[in-house]
């Protein structure tokens, strides 16, 4: 997972749980009231209602600050399910603690902080987990989504076969930059996770052509053929070739044929 708007650790995320978990822990605790609740703070400085308003901003607070710091980690490392699994579990303790040293200091009788942090471990995990698991189904029901979307029609998948009808490379159409010849291989640059990726096949561009042509490919040089939605402009260079740019980052420019100029252009 990657810190993105659209996945467990993005910004829409961060946000979602700062605030749905803390508002889950105010209204179950006050609507259910938990065994042994009440008891525990309704405490003779103060209401039941004002330490339960106090316990949710300590946990509104620590939920936010936790899932600030997950969202930076996010944007320098894949954050794998086991890891976030663990940091989730680390921001409920984090939220019992601190909401043990409030209740430990209210109480009008001494009481060791560690027994009321066993209480209070048990109060929030007990709560805040059902927000914790709703959002991470919510997450993973739109993850699956997204993969199926992802998965290409069979249609739009170009099969490669190499010259003794081996199949050695399935791949979407969408995803092929360009085919280079070079004498008995053909180089196929295409995308993958945004990066550029070449792999070489023993056939020619002849044995080729009629599923190229098949898929929205289109040549445009005797060497090559190049799918047009990636060409960026179509122009003469230095040395008076016309060739075409690709709006990719690091590709080599395309030459173009005359022979093949015009029909390049209106493609584009």
Known sequence: MNATDNNITGRTSTILHSLVI?????????????RGIETLLDMEHASFAFNITILFCIVLLS??????????????KNISKQIYMAWCVCEMIIAALFSSLYITLMLKEPVSYFEVAGTA?????????????????????????????????????????????????????????FIKSEENYVQIHYLDHEKNKKFTLRSSMKALEETLTKHGLVRCHRSYFINPVYIKIVQRN?????????????????PISRKYQDVITKLI
């Open 22 to 34: 803390p508002l889950f822990f105010l209204f179950f605790t006050i609507f259910y009231k938990p």
């Open 63 to 76: 939920t936010s600050i936790t899932r600030v710091w997950l969202y930076l980690l996010g944007l320098y």
């Open 121 to 177: 471990m048990i109060l929030i995990m007990t709560t805040t987990v059902y927000p914790y698991i709703f959002l991470w189904l919510q997450y993973e029901i739109h993850a699956g989504k997204q993969r199926m979307d992802e998965i290409p029609d069979e249609k739009s998948l170009i099969r490669f076969y190499d010259e003794y009808k081996k199949l050695k490379l399935v791949i979407a159409r969408e995803a092929v930059m």
């Open 238 to 254: 230095s040395a008076g070739v016309i060739v075409a740019e690709l709006n990719k980052p690091n590709c080599d420019t395309i």
